[in-house]
């Protein structure tokens, strides 16, 4: 079956501005968690969402948010972009809320955005 | 403060000898404790888990032990291979439920030299 698929796979936007990106979690899965990747900090939760709700939120200023649609799938926006929020972007989804079981969470390869 | 270590420098490993990544963390009480790995460009794959009652755990030629009392897990990749040079990120779920998203470590880079 198809795995977790975001786009776009990267994007160059101006301070200031706003993006959007977007998730599709295979096919079953209702749950969805967004990370951020940077060099210095690593892999940092941002939120998850299950069933169109979200359920946590990581330490990120309000200017990121996201949603989740009926059907699974989720976006995240992020407006007034700073230098500093250039990252990896990457979703994960599992069938049920959580990733404590393991192996239940798979990654999508993650949307390069690249704020200048 | 809640802190997790990996080696931060890149570990290059001789091709078919063992590979021992290790993982430290401060502060949290993890429920479990998993291992990924990351290629160039891509998102995470998971690999392993170990649960904090749980001593060692094998798959095929990888072997993760966890040991609650150091606080540390050790991930052992056995008869390495240049396939198997790759990042490498241990990940922590405090509740057991993953409610609050997984804590990764900022990974350890493995060369496997043929």
């Known amino acids: 079956k198809a795995g977790v698929t975001q786009t776009p796979r990267y994007l160059i936007k101006t301070r200031g501005q706003q993006v959007t990106l977007s998730c599709s979690p295979i096919s079953g899965h209702r749950s969805v968690s967004w990370y951020q990747q940077t060099p210095g900090q690593g892999l940092q939760f941002l939120f998850e969402y299950f069933s169109e709700t979200q359920r946590n939120k990581g330490n990120f200023p309000g200017r990121f948010s996201g949603r989740q649609f009926s059907n699974s799938r989720s976006e995240m926006n992020v407006s007034t972009l700073e230098l500093g929020d250039s990252a990896l972007y990457l979703c994960a989804s599992s069938l049920l809320p959580g990733q404590g079981t393991g192996g239940d969470a798979f990654f999508g390869q993650g949307t390069r955005l690249t704020v200048v | 403060s809640q802190k997790i270590e990996q080696n931060s420098e890149a570990l290059n490993i001789q091709e078919g000898k063992t590979a021992t990544l290790t993982c430290n963390y401060t502060n949290y009480s993890p429920a479990y404790l998993q291992w990924y790995r990351q290629d160039p460009g891509r998102g995470p794959v998971f690999l392993l888990l170990?649960?904090?009652?749980?001593k060692e755990k094998r798959k095929e030629r990888l072997k993760v032990t966890f040991d609650t009392t150091l606080k540390q897990s050790l991930f052992h990749i056995t008869a390495s291979q240049p396939a198997d040079s790759a990042t490498y990120l241990c990940?922590?779920?405090?509740?057991?439920?993953?409610?609050?998203?997984?804590?990764f470590g900022k990974g350890t880079h493995l060369i496997i030299q043929p």
């Open positions: 990940a922590l779920d405090e509740t057991g439920g993953g409610a609050d998203g997984l804590t």
């Open positions: 170990i649960r904090e009652n749980e």
